[in-house]
T-cell receptor, first 115, second 118 residues
Framework: EAQVTQNPRYLITVTGKKLTVTCSQN?????MSWYRQDPGLGLRQIYY???????DKGDVPEGYKVSRKEKRNFPLILESPSPNQTSLYFC??????????????FGPGTRLTVL | AQSVAQPEDQVNVAEGNPLTVKCTYS??????LFWYVQYPNRGLQFLLK??????LVKGSYGFEAEFNKSQTSFHLKKPSALVSDSALYFC????????????????FGQGTILTVHP
């Protein structure tokens, strides 16, 4: 089944404890992206990757890191989480960014709480 | 900088009536425009997109949207609403003319909650 998977789905952690949220897609997509969803603010892009080894900042990159060492995986790293990073996080992939195949496929989401 | 506005936080409509969810955008040139939907307790799903060509775009579940360049709008419409259409709808824009890898940036609106009453 074609899908985007995220782990963990739920996480409660404490301020300052480094964490990684994994994202993997099995559709051979070039483009991957991370978003956070907060009430009243919609979806905001954190980072995106046009292809392997190419990443770029979205609208809200502060406090986050990413890497794209292989096409299928795009982990999101919070080096020192803070309470303002409590949110619902979505990973997404697309065949390409731009053009007729530009369609985001979203993962199920990771609900993160930072105490 | 690109931006999207969804001026209505909530839209309420009776089942069987037409519905419209509004979206306006701002980019430097011709945009790529998208609608995504988030059903309760389900993930985000693609509905439709405008890349080029016909200004009227048809998508999933009977939805359509019209690209209006002069009004910088991309409103989502459906002729006859269903209770099952009740969900959170997001409009998004990409600027394909942005330099370098910047066209990878995708900006979403804040979302509109659509409630269809029986």
């Amino acid at each position: 089944e074609a899908q985007v998977t995220q782990n963990p789905r739920y996480l409660i952690t404490v301020t300052g404890k480094k964490l990684t949220v994994t994202c993997s897609q099995n559709m051979n997509h070039e483009y991957m992206s991370w978003y956070r969803q907060d009430p009243g603010l919609g979806l905001r892009q954190i980072y995106y990757s046009m292809n392997v080894e190419v990443t770029d900042k979205g609208d809200v990159p502060e406090g986050y890191k990413v890497s794209r060492k292989e096409k299928r995986n795009f982990p999101l790293i919070l080096e020192s989480p803070s309470p303002n990073q409590t949110s619902l996080y979505f990973c997404a992939s697309s065949p390409l960014a731009g053009g007729l195949t530009d369609t985001q496929y979203f993962g199920p989401g990771t609900r993160l709480t930072v105490l | 900088a690109q931006s999207v506005a969804q001026p209505e936080d909530q839209v309420n409509v009776a089942e069987g009536n037409p519905l419209t969810v509004k979206c306006t955008y701002s980019v430097s040139g011709n945009p790529y425009l998208f609608w995504y939907v988030q059903y309760p307790n389900r993930g985000l799903q693609f509905l439709l997109k405008y890349i080029t060509g016909d200004n009227l775009v048809k998508g999933s579940y009977g939805f359509e949207a019209e690209f209006n360049k002069s009004q910088t709008s991309f409103h989502l419409k459906k002729p006859s609403a269903l209770v099952s259409d009740s969900a959170l709808y997001f409009c998004a824009v990409r600027d394909p003319n942005a330099g370098g890898t910047s066209y990878g940036k995708l900006t979403f609106g804040q979302g509109t909650i659509l409630t269809v009453h029986p």
